[in-house]
């Protein structure tokens, strides 16, 4: 394997450890025809846990002002993201729902209201006896103290993640030319949320597309008809979640990289992807005749990166090219770390 240099310049079809921040400065000038990639999305992943909430911003910041020198006249950068469905606001009212569905006994602050004014003088320890129930059921109910995750716990809010990327983008000279929402598979089995709420169930996230200011050549034949009708040209694009996420938990489809890659670069384009997590993006760049760069802070990641590029290499030396696809659905779905 390669020795890099700690200042030596960063080369093609590698997957370098490191942290983001460092490693883009030595990305050469104007190199890169896309950059697409899923940052950490500040929802309590393990390889999140070095960041507290202003880090996390910060993170985003620079590596959006990073990208500027590195990016091509007229490239990309295409960020998918979702907003943070269950963002803990320290200064939210705790009392926020009476979950009437949930209630093991099922008394209304209403009945209980008129029965203390029948009775002004019954304490809760009366009005227990006398409904049947215990004193802390009458408490929740005429305190409103029916918490959501716990009296000490801090309430939820959603919290738009488009906003602050835009502005980010916007400060370091990018604008931001196209988003499009990925609907993927809707995540039931990982969320109380919807059942303890009225909210609705995660089942997409954003793909922002920021533009450096440059000639930017529009080819209509990197798709064929077909591509056009079915995503080129449309602001939706459904797309399965990953099956199997033992090896790493937050892939993103290798379709998904796959796209922005077909539309917006020609092939032996560099590429980029500094979020790297399992390799995906190198592998879709790889299936689309271009060249990769990628960066991870875990080693473990740089290492499933790796692995992955070499399984596919395996694959591609051995098939016939018109089951590629299948290869590569496969490759997504069954890989596993050695
Ligand atoms: C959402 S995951 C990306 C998953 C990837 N798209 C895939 O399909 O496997 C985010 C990745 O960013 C990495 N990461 C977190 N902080 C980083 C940093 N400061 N620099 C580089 N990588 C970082 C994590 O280790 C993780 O693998």
């Given at each position: 394997?390669?020795?890099?240099?700690?200042?030596?310049?960063?080369?093609?079809?590698?997957?370098?450890?490191?942290?983001?921040?460092?490693?883009?400065?030595?990305?050469?000038q104007d190199s890169?025809?896309?950059?697409?990639?899923?940052?950490?999305?500040?929802?309590?992943?393990?390889?999140?846990?070095?960041?507290?909430?202003?880090?996390?911003?910060?993170?985003?910041?620079?590596?959006?002002?990073?990208?500027?020198?590195v990016i091509k006249p007229?490239?990309?950068?295409?960020?998918?993201?979702?907003?943070?469905?269950?963002?803990?606001?320290?200064?939210?009212?705790?009392?926020?729902?009476?979950?009437?569905?949930?209630?093991?006994?099922?008394?209304?602050?209403?009945?209980?209201?008129?029965?203390?004014?029948?009775?002004?003088?019954?304490?809760?320890?009366?009005?227990?006896?006398?409904?049947?129930?215990?004193?802390?059921?009458?408490?929740?109910?005429?305190?409103?103290?029916?918490?959501?995750?716990?009296?000490?716990?801090?309430?939820?809010?959603?919290?738009?993640?488009?906003?602050?990327?835009?502005?980010?983008?916007?400060?370091?000279?990018?604008?931001?030319?196209?988003?499009?929402?990925?609907?993927?598979?809707?995540?039931?089995?990982?969320?109380?949320?919807?059942?303890?709420?009225?909210?609705?169930?995660?089942?997409?996230?954003?793909?922002?597309?920021?533009?450096?200011?440059?000639?930017?050549?529009?080819?209509?034949?990197?798709?064929?008809?077909?591509?056009?009708?079915?995503?080129?040209?449309?602001?939706?694009?459904?797309?399965?979640?990953?099956?199997?996420?033992?090896?790493?938990?937050?892939?993103?489809?290798?379709?998904?990289?796959?796209?922005?890659?077909?539309?917006?670069?020609?092939?032996?384009?560099?590429?980029?992807?500094?979020?790297?997590?399992?390799?995906?993006?190198?592998?879709?760049?790889?299936?689309?005749?271009?060249?990769?760069?990628?960066?991870?802070?875990?080693?473990?990641?740089?290492?499933?990166?790796?692995?992955?590029?070499?399984?596919?290499?395996?694959?591609?030396?051995?098939?016939?090219?018109?089951?590629?696809?299948?290869?590569?659905?496969?490759?997504?779905?069954?890989?596993?770390?050695?």
């Amino acid at each position: 394997m390669a020795v890099f240099n700690l200042f030596s310049p960063l080369v093609p079809n590698q997957i370098y450890h490191g942290d983001a921040r460092q490693l883009l400065r030595r990305i050469g000038q104007d190199s890169i025809a896309l950059s697409v990639w899923s940052p950490p999305y500040y929802v309590g992943k393990d390889y999140e846990q070095y960041l507290s909430f202003e880090d996390w911003k910060d993170l985003l910041r620079n590596v959006i002002k990073l990208h500027v020198p590195v990016i091509k006249p007229g490239g990309f950068l295409v960020i998918n993201i979702a907003d943070i469905l269950c963002f803990k606001d320290e200064s939210m009212p705790k009392i926020m729902a009476e979950n009437v569905s949930r209630r093991k006994f099922n008394l209304a602050r209403d009945d209980l209201l008129a029965m203390k004014k029948q009775h002004p003088t019954w304490n809760r320890y009366r009005l227990a006896e006398h409904f049947g129930c215990s004193e802390q059921t009458i408490d929740r109910r005429l305190n409103g103290n029916n918490i959501r995750g716990g009296k000490y716990q801090p309430q939820t809010r959603v919290y738009l993640v488009g906003g602050l990327i835009e502005e980010a983008a916007a400060d370091a000279g990018l604008y931001l030319y196209d988003r499009r929402i990925w609907v993927k598979d809707a995540t039931w089995e990982n969320s109380r949320w919807h059942t303890i709420s009225y909210r609705s169930v995660d089942e997409s996230e954003y793909l922002y597309v920021f533009w450096k200011p440059g000639i930017t050549k529009v080819d209509r034949a990197r798709l064929t008809k077909q591509e056009w009708i079915n995503w080129g040209s449309r602001g939706v694009w459904e797309i399965p979640s990953v099956r199997s996420n033992v090896d790493h938990d937050s892939k993103f489809p290798l379709e998904l990289p796959r796209r922005a890659i077909k539309l917006f670069t020609d092939p032996g384009d560099i590429v980029l992807d500094c979020f790297m997590g399992s390799g995906t993006t190198a592998v879709a760049a790889l299936a689309e005749g271009r060249r990769y760069l990628g960066i991870d802070k875990e080693k473990r990641s740089v290492e499933l990166g790796r692995e992955a590029v070499r399984s596919f290499e395996r694959y591609r030396a051995c098939q016939e090219s018109d089951q590629l696809d299948l290869m590569l659905r496969e490759l997504e779905v069954t890989y596993k770390p050695s």
